[in-house]
Nanobody, 116 residues
Framework: QVHLVESGGGLVQPGGSLRLSCAASGRLFGINAMGWYRQAPGKERELVALITSGVIITYANSVKGRFTISRDNAKNMVYLQMNSLKPEDTAVYYC??????????WGQGTQVTVSS
């Protein structure tokens, strides 16, 4: 199986920044994509950013220009740099890996709260 552990969440003021990290371990061969999702209370879980094995990157329109996804293949890490944070960014952020076989694995999530 695959284990994903997120870190880096916390409480920040509007306009602040956070850098989320996701450490992947386990049987990682065959990963098609790695991404970040978020879910706020009362809302659907949504894709924030995705990076494929071909290094094709997709962002949600709401975070374009503010968030950056990156990866370190040697360390099996994926990151989400979040700048210019807004209160509406408040959510639990989840790391996800997807395989071409159709399997998906999720981390436990890390809370991001943007408030003054």
């Amino acid at each position: 199986q695959v284990h994903l552990v997120e870190s880096g969440g916390g409480l920040v003021q509007p306009g602040g920044s956070l850098r989320l990290s996701c450490a992947a371990s386990g049987r990682l061969f065959g990963i098609n994509a790695m991404g970040w999702y978020r879910q706020a209370p009362g809302k659907e879980r949504e894709l924030v950013a995705l990076i494929t094995s071909g290094v094709i990157i997709t962002y949600a329109n709401s975070v374009k220009g503010r968030f950056t996804i990156s990866r370190d293949n040697a360390k099996n890490m994926v990151y989400l740099q979040m700048n210019s944070l807004k209160p509406e960014d408040t959510a639990v952020y989840y790391c996800n890996v997807g395989f071409a076989t159709g399997y998906d694995f999720w981390g436990q999530g890390t809370q991001v709260t943007v408030s003054s």
